[in-house]
């Protein structure tokens, strides 16, 4: 396990180098290699005074030239550790965020549903009631849940439950009352489960 960790980290720290540096390919490899044989040339004729200065100059430059590689190479494998961490923490935090949508996702369903089913009996009820007032009391209480959770769940489920643009054939339900406001909002109810009822079942699937 801790060999695979590190080995896991030589291979990222020299993934790493290799873009920094440019090394990332063949064409730029073979340039990077051109560009240190003419840097340690050029530095060596800069430097062609023979001079025990010189000299010093000379092996510097080509030194810090050709130790550039293993140089960006180490700090990479220290930094590795720490990116290696990061990564993992996102990833967890990724997951525990889609885990987060995924269980609110399905209570705000469930209480949708459990909405639907009191729907289902007080539009039962609007068929056959007498008494409007305390009916429809219910039914204002009731659109006003359904569209808040809708809209929390998706904006396209609350603009297809408010306005109800058009009503079904299967919405046109006898009522017992004549009074037609009643009536439309029977109807209404019975358009609203429709559609409830077929964006959860889809959802679902």
Same mark, same amino acid.
């Given at each position: 396990?801790? =060999?695979?960790?590190?080995?896991?980290?030589?291979?990222?720290?020299?993934?790493?180098?290799?873009?920094?540096?440019?090394?990332?390919?063949?064409?730029?490899?073979?340039?990077?290699?051109?560009?240190?044989?003419?840097?340690?040339?050029?530095? !060596?004729? $800069?430097?062609?005074?023979?001079?025990?200065?010189?000299? $010093?100059?000379?092996?510097?430059?080509?030194?810090?030239?050709?130790?550039?590689?293993?140089?960006?190479?180490?700090?990479?494998?220290? $930094?590795t550790?720490?990116?290696?961490?990061?990564?993992? =923490?996102?990833?967890?935090?990724?997951?525990?965020?889609?885990?987060?949508? =995924?269980?609110?996702?399905?209570?705000?369903?469930?209480?949708? !549903?459990?909405?639907?089913?009191?729907?289902?009996?007080?539009?039962?009820?609007?068929?056959?009631? =007498?008494?409007?007032?305390? !009916?429809?009391?219910?039914?204002h209480?009731?659109?006003?849940?359904?569209?808040?959770?809708?809209?929390?769940?998706?904006?396209?489920?609350?603009?297809?439950?408010?306005?109800?643009?058009?009503?079904?054939?299967?919405?046109?339900?006898?009522?017992?009352?004549?009074?037609?406001?009643?009536?439309?909002?029977?109807?209404?109810?019975?358009?609203?489960?429709?559609?409830?009822?077929?964006?959860?079942?889809?959802?679902g699937?």
């Open positions: 396990m801790v =060999r695979a960790y590190w080995r896991r980290v030589s291979q990222l720290a020299l993934q790493d180098t290799l873009r920094a540096l440019s090394l990332d390919s063949t064409e730029r490899a073979v340039l990077r290699v051109i560009g240190t044989v003419v840097g340690v040339a050029v530095v !060596w004729w $800069a430097t062609k005074g023979g001079t025990t200065g010189d000299l $010093a100059v000379r092996i510097a430059g080509t030194v810090a030239i050709l130790t550039l590689f293993p140089a960006v190479y180490l700090w990479k494998f220290f $930094a550790p720490a990116k290696i961490d990061k990564e993992a =923490r996102d990833r967890v935090a990724d997951l525990t965020s889609k885990l987060d949508i =995924r269980e609110k996702r399905e209570r705000l369903r469930t209480v949708l !549903w459990e909405l639907r089913e009191e729907g289902v009996k007080l539009r039962n009820e609007g068929k056959i009631t =007498r008494v409007i007032d305390s !009916w429809t009391e219910q039914f209480a009731w659109h006003a849940k359904v569209l808040e959770q809708s809209e929390i769940l998706s904006v396209d489920l609350r603009h297809s439950l408010e306005p109800i643009d058009k009503i079904g054939p299967e919405s046109n339900e006898k009522v017992a009352t004549n009074d037609p406001f009643h009536q439309k909002r029977v109807s209404v109810m019975s358009e609203m489960l429709a559609r409830l009822y077929r964006y959860l079942d889809r959802s699937n």
